[in-house]
């Protein structure tokens, strides 16, 4: 059984950083893809970044791309989303997934099996 558990959310003022991790057990992740995502309120969850476990391949939104980074440490079995020069559009609550062969579209939620129960990111200006 997979588990994936987000922590280090909280509230942060723009322009600030926050760190994000998402460990992940249960099972070998050795071919696995991990992405986050964020869900504002009264919008579809969106795609942020993603990494592939092996390879460290990532890629981001545009959102994103020059301001978030994510990586993974194999060791602790955990991926992390470094957010940097935070916005207030960046407030929503970002959860981490798990997607295993065969892959489905990296940007797409519907690709990935397995998710964690959230972590609520709130930027203020």
């Known amino acids: 059984q997979v588990h994936l558990v987000e922590s280090g959310g909280g509230l942060m003022q723009a322009g600030g950083s926050l760190r994000l991790s998402c460990a992940a057990s249960?099972?070998?992740?050795?071919?696995?893809?991990l992405g986050w995502f964020r869900q504002a309120p009264g919008k579809e969850r969106e795609f942020v970044a993603a990494?592939?476990?092996?390879?460290?391949?990532?890629i981001y939104a545009d959102s994103v791309k020059g301001r978030f980074t994510i990586s993974r440490d194999n060791a602790k079995n955990t991926v992390y989303l470094q957010m940097n020069s935070l916005k207030p559009e960046d407030t929503a609550v970002y959860y981490c997934?798990?997607?295993?062969?065969?892959?489905?579209?990296?940007?797409?939620?519907?690709?990935?099996?397995?998710w964690g129960q959230g972590t609520q990111v709130t930027v203020s200006s």
């Open positions: 990494i592939t476990w092996s390879g460290g391949t990532t």
């Open positions: 997934a798990a997607d295993f062969p065969p892959y489905g579209s990296t940007r797409d939620a519907r690709s990935y099996s397995y």
């Open positions: 249960g099972r070998s992740f050795s071919t696995s893809v």
